[in-house]
């Protein structure tokens, strides 16, 4: 985040659709969302801009993302991952992040 608090520019070239995984803690309470800025997204919910379920449960640890072409493959796949159980997405996250690091640096970047 840059030094003005403000939001942070997305460094992230490619331009697409996000499903993102945030947790509170290894092991913890989780949060599914789909987004089109995802260094945005997450500011927000660090910042706690939005009232509801993740600055409810504090929940703003990003510990895995995927980006999809068009909002109907994120959407689509945010409604898989809704489905799956807690170890099919703790399986998914550490594949992928299996040190749980929180993610949201190396998007801004």
């Known amino acids: 985040m840059p030094a003005s608090g403000g939001h942070p520019e997305n460094h992230m070239n490619e331009k697409g659709f996000y499903v993102y995984i945030l947790a509170k803690a290894q092991n913890s309470t989780f949060y599914v969302g789909m987004t089109s800025d995802l260094a945005k997204r997450i500011w927000e919910h660090k910042n706690e801009v939005a009232d509801g379920f993740t600055k409810k449960y504090s929940i703003k640890m990003l510990v895995y993302y995927e980006q999809h072409e068009t909002a109907e493959a994120a959407i689509t796949r945010k409604k898989q991952f809704k489905k799956w159980n807690r170890t099919w997405k703790m399986r998914l996250i550490e ?12 998007i801004c970047r």
């Not at 992040?97 to 190396?106: F, G, I, M, S, T």
């Open 95 to 106: 594949e992928q992040n299996p040190h749980w690091k929180d993610l949201y640096a190396d």
